[in-house]
Each structure stands twice: as structure tokens, then as C-alpha cells.
Nanobody
């Protein structure tokens, strides 16, 4: 069992930045690829990015490429999502998730999920 807790959400102005953290506990963190997803009201959960167990492989959704950066610190059991140049359309609940295999952009492949953290970008 892996417990994931996101933090760092809040209200930010258009063009601003925010860093989300996802702290993991309960199992060996570097056994898991990690993903970030988001869900806006009335919309499906959307892939944001994913990072491999070692951190060597990272993929992003086209909508965030060049603005968001995923990283992980296996010594701290934490994965991060640095969000820059935020837009109102980035407003959503952001979730981190863990997958006991390689990276994936599909939420169905992740077995552990955090509770989510709200990010609101004001225009």
C-alpha cells in the first residue's frame, strides 16, 4: 500500500507559478513510476505528465509542455510538479498517482492516488 498526499495548491494569477508536491509513504518509492493528472469541473481526468522510477524518462501532455516540469526526489519520497506561465485553463484539481511499472499517460494504469489539490488560476 502506498499513501500519496499532494500539497501546494491554491489561487494564482495568470502567468504565475506554483509548485505542487506529492509525498509518498508506505512502500519503496522508487519502485513506482509517478504521474500527475488533473480534473476540471465537468471534465474527464486529464493526463499532465509522468516520470519514471529513476527520473530519467519524463513525458508531458502537449497542453503543458514547456510550462510544467516534473521531478522527483527518491531520497525524500516526493514527486514535484513545477507549473509556470499558468493559464485559466489550468484550473483543476491536481492528482498524483503511482504505478508499479513504467510510465503511462493513462489513469487506469495507476493503482495509488492522492486526494488531490486544487489549483485555481485567476484571469
Amino acid at each position: 500500500q502506498v499513501q500519496l498526499v499532494e500539497s501546494g495548491g491554491g489561487l494564482v494569477q495568470t502567468g504565475g507559478s506554483r509548485r505542487l508536491s506529492c509525498a509518498a509513504s508506505g512502500h519503496t518509492f522508487n519502485n513506482y513510476a509517478m504521474g500527475w493528472f488533473r480534473q476540471a469541473p465537468g471534465k474527464e481526468r486529464e493526463f499532465v505528465g509522468t516520470i519514471s522510477r529513476s527520473g530519467a524518462t519524463i513525458y508531458y501532455a502537449d497542453s503543458v509542455k514547456g510550462r510544467f516540469t516534473i521531478s522527483r526526489d527518491n531520497a525524500k519520497n516526493t514527486v514535484y510538479l513545477q507549473m509556470n506561465s499558468l493559464k485559466p485553463e489550468d484550473t483543476a484539481v491536481y492528482y498524483c498517482a503511482a504505478r508499479a511499472a513504467g510510465t503511462s499517460m493513462y489513469p487506469g494504469g495507476y493503482i495509488y492516488w492522492g486526494q488531490g489539490t486544487q489549483v485555481t488560476v485567476s484571469s
